[in-house]
Structure formats: structure tokens, C-alpha cells
């Protein structure tokens, strides 16, 4: 049914004028952050009375910038098209859910920016919930204040399916998130941004248990716009399994990390499975930072990893503890290999944890059958894709050769070694599975 409707509500009227972006303004007001181009002008003052949205919205609806609108939880089952200039505020903890049919546009400009706030300034609204059908395309607009605890904290938040390819139902462009309560954004499921989407600014956002601007699947990699993402309580992006879909917790296709000027904080990550190939590309300069005891997993030989960095700006794979050590996570392993793996310039430090496995190659650390590196591989690569490269303070091996086949893919060439306890790389057994009777180690000075 369709629950929008018209009131006379004087003292909402004077309240929600009484907020940015009803008054015009002579320039940006102090907390805007520069790079999203959000500036309150040309927007005058609204005249007609205050509209209130609650419950079930069956029919398409346009929100004048005329009036000022207050929400009170909504289900939007058609599409909403907010005007430019239009002042939204939602009531504490109330969500604006777009279900399965559902849309909601906001068409903002530079000059007459939309704005989403809360009708409490001390009491933060809940979320923007997107919905498996449901989508959201935000221009040029403004979302303070939200994210609200009861309502999984994020202030924008993708619900959106397991299907490989994942849906794209977020779409935004010069969009401003501000003082969230969680996260700015959450994307679950295989979910990702809409094609084109630029310009996404997210600050002084984040909670205790979830600090960084943005938490995605790993399906959402390759879809992150550019933009800023710092002042937050942890300038990271936080990648992982526990935001993904239960079923498809990996990569599931080609995807390339930006350089977007912060971290990834990352639980671990699988690129492909036994079904479904996946190549991940690194740009140069981006830092990935792993949890205690969690790795790079390439599945197969059907999977890839490239990650070319430079001599100045390298990619960096190291821990995302605060005080870093020798362990913290167990290294980039490749179960088979491709002839399009390209590690270049590249930094791997505080690897060589726990891997699970023993029995590869011929060098063992002390006391036990344990292989541990900054680098495994476990298939016999066609050359050495490791290049200019350094791996520092492993706790194992440095490159673990630990396939059955030849030696003459070496890994020592332009590669340097510092404060591994290992073998700076690994001797490997022969075709039919036997070692030297003394397999060499090479060892850090």
C-alpha cells in the first residue's frame, strides 16, 4: 500500500529547516571534506509542509526539494526519486529498506546537493538496507549521522545475494558519508558497486568492533570507486569471509585492488575454486595487511596473481597487527600456477606462520616436518615470476619450493632476504619424489 502522506507539522517544519541544506549558503559548510565537492548553495529555504514516510511504499514517488521529508522506517517496493536540494531526516534507528523492485535515487548536483540526517542530532538513524532486486543510486548528496547499532551499524548497507557474477546495486557519485556510527558502507553477499561509481568520501565513520570506512566481500574488490577514505577510527578497507556470502567466500572472478591511498585490512583471502578461475590484480603502491594466521590462497593452476609494483611504489603484503612480528600470518600460497603470476616489486614481511602442511621439498625447520613460508608453491612454475622483490622477517622459509620435478627455477636472481629463520628458498625434490642426501639451505647473513 502506499504509506507516504502529506501533514502540517509546523514544529518538524522549523526543525528540519533549522538544518543544512534548507537555507542557501554563501560556501561549504566546515566539516564538508573537499574532495567530495559537496557544498550547500542554491538550495532555498523549503515552503510547503513537512512530509512524513513510514511503512510500505507501493508506487512511485517523487520527494520535492519544496518540502522538507521526515522518515520513520520505510520499505520502499517501487522507486523514490529525491530532487535536488530535498532535505531528508530519518528518525533514530529507522531504516530506509529498497526491496526487490525497489529504488531509490537521489539527484543531487554540485550546487543543490541532497542531504540525508537524522531528525535527532543526538539520536543516529539506522541504514540505507539494499535488498537481493533492490537498488540505490546516490548523486551528489550528503548521508551524516547514521548507522545506528540496532541496525548492524553501517549507514549504507548491500544485502544482495550469493550469485557469481555478484549483483551491482549501489551506484554513487560525489557521495558523502559522515560520522557513522559503523562502518560508512557494508557489502555482503558478492555484491559490489555500480559500473562508473567515483568519488566516495567517508570519514570520522567506523565503531569499536568494526572500525574501517568500508567492509565488502571479496567479490567487491574489483568494483571500489575512488575516492577518500581517511579520519576514520581505522583508515583501512576491510575485506573477509565474515561479510561475504556463506557459500561464496572467495573471488570468484577477475578483480584488481586500487591504490586508493589506504590499507586493506583482510581475514584472508582464496582467489578461485575448484569450479571457478579468478585472476586478482594488484595495483602498485597498494598495501594488503592480514589477520593473525590467515594467508593468500591462489586455488589452482586455473587462478592467477599479479600484483606489479614498482621500485618506489612496491605492493606490500605484510601483518595487520599493530605491532607487527616475525609469524603474525601464514604467507601467499599458490596450490597451482599459471603462466600469468607476476609478483614484481613486491614486499612480504612478518609471514611464514603456521601452514598446515608439512612433507614439500626437502628442508624442514628444526624439530618437525613444518614448511612454513613467506611464499609457498606447490606445483612446479614454467619460470621465476618472482622479481625485485624482498621478503623480511619470516618465521619459516622464505619461498618454499615444494614441488617434486626440477630445481632450475630459481628464485634468488633480483629477490633480496632479510631476518628469515628458514631457508631463504627451499630446496625441491627430484621427479620421482627424492632428496640430496644434504639439500642446500641457502640462510640470511
Known amino acids: 500500500m502506499r504509506a507516504s502522506f502529506r501533514r502540517r507539522a509546523l514544529s518538524l517544519l522549523l526543525t528540519a529547516c533549522a538544518l543544512p541544506g534548507c537555507a542557501s549558503e554563501s560556501g561549504a559548510p566546515p566539516d564538508d571534506t573537499p574532495d567530495s565537492g559537496v557544498v550547500d548553495t542554491g538550495c ?9 514516510h513510514q511503512g510500505t511504499l507501493s508506487a512511485p514517488e517523487t520527494w520535492s526539494a519544496a518540502s522538507p521529508h521526515v522518515v520513520s522506517s520505510l520499505d520502499v517496493n517501487a522507486t523514490v526519486t529525491v530532487e535536488p536540494c530535498a532535505v531528508v531526516s530519518v528518525s533514530a534507528a529507522a531504516n530506509i529498506q529498497v526491496n526487490s523492485g525497489g529504488a531509490f535515487i ?42 545506528n547499532p540496532s541496525s548492524a551499524e553501517a549507514t549504507v548497507r548491500v544485502r544482495a545475494g550469493a550469485d557469481l557474477p555478484g549483483r551491482r546495486p549501489l551506484f554513487v557519485d560525489h557521495v558523502t558519508i559522515e560520522d557513522s556510527s559503523g562502518p560508512g558502507i557494508v557489502i555482503n553477499g558478492t555484491a559490489g558497486f555500480a559500473e562508473g561509481s567515483t568519488a566516495l568520501t567517508i570519514t570520522r565513520s567506523g565503531s569499536e568492533s568494526r572500525p574501517q570506512p568500508l567492509a565488502i566481500n571479496p567479490n567487491a574488490l574489483g568494483t571500489l570507486p575512488s575516492g577518500t577514505y581517511t579520519g576514520n577510527r581505522e583508515d583501512a578497507i576491510f575485506v573477509g569471509p565474515s561479510i561475504a556470502s556463506a557459500t561464496i567466500s572467495y573471488l570468484g572472478g577477475n578483480a584488481t585492488v586500487r591504490n586508493l591511498g589506504v590499507p586493506y585490512h583482510l581475514e584472508g583471502l582464496t582467489v578461485g575454486n575448484h569450479d571457478t578461475a579468478a585472476t586478482l590484480t594488484i595495483e602498485a603502491g597498494a598495501e594488503l595487511r592480514f589477520d593473525p594466521g590467515s594467508r593468500l590462497l591462489v586455488y589452482d593452476g586455473k587462478s592467477a596473481l599479479i600484483a606489479a609494483g614498482t621500485p618506489t611504489a612496491p605492493v ?15 604467507g601467499i600460497r599458490f596450490e597451482g600456477t599459471n603462466p600469468a603470476d607476476r609478483l614484481e616489486f613486491i614486499r612480504v614481511r612478518y609471514a611464514g ?41 619470516s618465521a619459516g622459509h622464505g619461498i618454499l619450493r615444494g614441488w617434486n620435478g626440477s630445481a632450475a627455477v630459481d628464485f634468488f636472481g633480483s629477490n633480496t632476504f632479510a631476518r628469515v629463520a628458514g631457508c631463504m628458498q627451499t630446496t625441491p625434490r627430484d621427479a620421482d619424489g627424492r632428496c640430496p642426501v644434504d639439500p642446500p639451505c641457502p640462510r640470511t647473513p
Open 316 to 330: 606490500v603484503f605484510t601483518s595487520a597487527k599493530a605491532t607487527p612480528a616475525a609469524g603474525d600470518w601464514a
Open 106 to 147: 537521489t539527484q543531487g548536483t554540485q550546487a543543490k546537493p541532497v542531504r540525508l540526517q537524522p531528525v535527532d542530532s543526538g539520536r543516529p538513524w539506522g541504514q540505507v538496507l539494499i535488498n537481493n532486486g533492490g537498488s540505490v543510486r546516490l548523486t551528489w548528496t550528503t548521508l551524516s549521522r547514521g548507522g
Open 44 to 52: 532555498p529555504a523549503p515552503t510547503g509542509a513537512a512530509v512524513t
Open 353 to 393: 606462520g603456521p601452514c598446515l602442511c608439512s612433507g614439500y621439498g626437502c628442508n624442514y625447520l628444526p624439530g618437525s616436518f613444518d614448511v612454513s613460508s613467506a611464499i609457498l608453491l606447490f606445483a612446479e612454475p614454467g619460470r621465476s615470476f618472482v622479481a625485485g622483490s624482498s621478503i623480511e622477517d
